[in-house]
């Protein structure tokens, strides 16, 4: 559940790799389109790389790469499961294909 940025209602939110159900999650209250908040510990995460890098040098190094290394994964985790709503303000892309699954039979 995250709270609504329109109505302040709270709002059921799909699991955070349910990319479909993201996409076109919408208030259930003021029907405003909402889209995922970028999740801000994969800011964290290019760090890594020169974090491993300097852990070559010294023990203290390697412990701290480690430990940066299981908070970033940590917060990760924390933040899907507990994602943030905000509204869309793009359009849907088109899709360049349509998948006609039902067939004519509608
Ligand atoms: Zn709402």
Redesign the pocket.
Known sequence: MAP?P??S?D?PTPIFLNLDAWRHLV?P??K?RLEMKPLRSFVLGPLMVPMFLLARRSRVLEVSAFVFMFVTIFLLLLESFHPKVRLRTKPLPKPTIRLDIDGPSK
Do not use: E
């Open positions: 609504c329109a109505c209602h709002v208030c209250h003021c405003a």
